[in-house]
């Protein structure tokens, strides 16, 4: 089982953050993601990185394989698409490089794709992420939000139509939770999915704009010590 890790620090990529908390945060940035890979390798001794060429000096003392991304991504998640499309076969974990685990991962096998959690939409989150549906009747809302900041897949099938969803979405939008979280938690609905949140896998994942807020810095330098 190999584990997916993808980084890039393209100062585009991080803009929203730094607007919102008004520091650059690459060196938060690259040490989150070290420590991410450093949890990773208690566990799995078969780790990709894919990085844009500029960010393999922070990276290449670690014992993992890095791979060169070929693509300047536009957006956020843009570098997982390109990630997953290289894969041959489907013996992998796609790991977002915010996220720590302390076991390794349970995977159900009668799954046909796991994901990282379910967050189920009351009526409010439901209307405000309604908005692409509203301009786009063809792709509906679901109420079970997925999240794939951890992503498995056991069926092939899914896992093209998962690609497929995403090569679609990205000529329409740009914006990420379409382009992924929509995508993923329509492929729940209509396969079927598991969530390593209800599985023995124990795990840390600071998202979004949870891991530039103090108390996460202050987690992550226990974390540090910990590795």
Avoid at 57 to 67: G, Q, R, S, T
Avoid at 192 to 201: D, I, K, L
Avoid at 221 to 227: A, D, V
Wanted: with cysteine.
């Amino acid at each position: 089982m190999r584990i997916l890790i993808a980084q890039h620090l393209d100062p585009q990529l991080r803009k929203g953050f730094e607007n919102v908390f008004l520091r650059d945060l690459k060196s938060e940035i690259i040490k989150m993601t070290r420590l991410s890979i450093k949890s990773a390798l208690k566990f799995y001794d078969d780790i990709h990185l894919y990085l844009d060429r500029d960010s393999f000096k922070y990276f290449n003392d670690l014992p993992v394989e890095i791979h060169e991304l070929e693509i300047n991504p536009t957006f956020f998640c843009g570098a997982k698409l390109e990630v997953l499309k290289k894969q041959k076969d489907l013996d992998f974990i796609w790991m977002d490089p915010d996220i720590f685990i302390s076991t390794p991962f349970d995977i159900n096998y009668d799954e046909s794709f796991m994901v990282e959690k379910m967050t189920y939409l009351n009526d409010y989150y439901y209307k405000r992420n309604s908005f692409f549906y509203e301009k786009y009747p063809k792709y509906p809302m679901v109420r079970e939000w997925l999240n794939s900041g951890l992503l498995w897949f056991r069926d092939e099938e899914v896992f093209n139509r998962h690609i497929e969803l995403y090569e679609e979405l990205m000529s329409i939008t740009k914006n990420s939770i379409i382009v992924e979280t929509w995508n993923i938690s329509h492929i729940g609905n209509e396969y079927g999915y598991g969530t390593f949140q209800h599985s023995s896998t124990e795990y840390l994942h600071f998202d979004g704009y949870k891991k530039f807020y103090g108390v996460t810095k202050d987690m992550i330098n226990l974390l540090e010590n910990y590795l």
